[in-house]
C-alpha cells in the first residue's frame, strides 16, 4: 500500500469496526469483512491492524475466527494518534538538495523545507481536533442490519 493510503485506510478500518459496535473479542471483525468495506486485500488489513494494534487503538486475534476490535471509544480516538500510528502521510517529503554553485539552488531547499514542516505541523494539528466518532456522524443513520452508530 502506497503512504498515501495508509491514513485513510486505518481511519476507515477504526470507523468500520465503530460502526460495527467491535469493542470486544466476541465482537470482532474479520480482515476480510474490512476489506470488503474499503475495498482491498486483507493482507492490508492485517497489516494495517497490526500498527493499529501496536499503537494501543485495537487489539487482534488470528485465526479462523479472528478479527480485530477496538480498545478506545470512538469519541476517545484522535485523527492525529491514527497518522501516527501507520506513519501516514501528512509529512509532505523534504526538497532534493540544489545543484552547486546555483545561489536559489542553496536557498530554497531549506526555505521550502520550513514550510513543508508549516503545513505537516498544521495537518497534526487540524487532525488533532477529529475523532474517529466525527467520522461517522458522516455515515448517517445508514448502520446495517439494525446497528446503532456509537454517538
Not at 60 to 65: D, H
Not at 81 to 86: G, K, S
Amino acid at each position: 500500500m502506497s503512504d498515501s493510503q495508509r491514513f485513510p485506510v486505518a481511519a476507515h478500518t477504526l470507523a468500520y469496526l465503530a460502526h460495527r459496535n467491535a469493542f470486544s473479542r466476541d465482537a470482532a471483525v474479520s480482515s476480510s469483512v474490512l476489506a470488503a468495506s474499503i475495498p482491498t486485500n486483507p493482507v492490508v488489513i492485517r497489516r494495517m491492524t497490526t500498527q493499529l494494534a501496536k499503537a494501543g487503538l485495537v487489539a487482534t486475534c488470528s485465526g479462523v475466527a479472528g478479527g480485530a476490535w477496538l480498545l478506545k471509544r470512538p469519541e476517545d480516538i484522535r485523527l492525529d494518534e491514527v497518522l501516527r500510528a501507520v506513519n501516514g502521510c501528512a509529512h509532505l517529503g523534504s526538497a532534493p538538495i540544489g545543484a552547486e554553485g546555483c545561489p536559489v539552488s542553496q536557498a530554497i531547499p531549506k526555505a521550502v523545507n520550513s514550510a513543508m514542516q508549516l503545513a505537516n505541523q498544521a495537518a497534526c494539528e487540524a487532525l488533532a481536533t477529529v475523532t474517529v466518532a466525527d467520522l461517522l456522524r458522516h455515515v448517517g443513520q445508514t448502520a446495517p442490519q439494525g446497528e446503532k452508530i456509537p454517538a
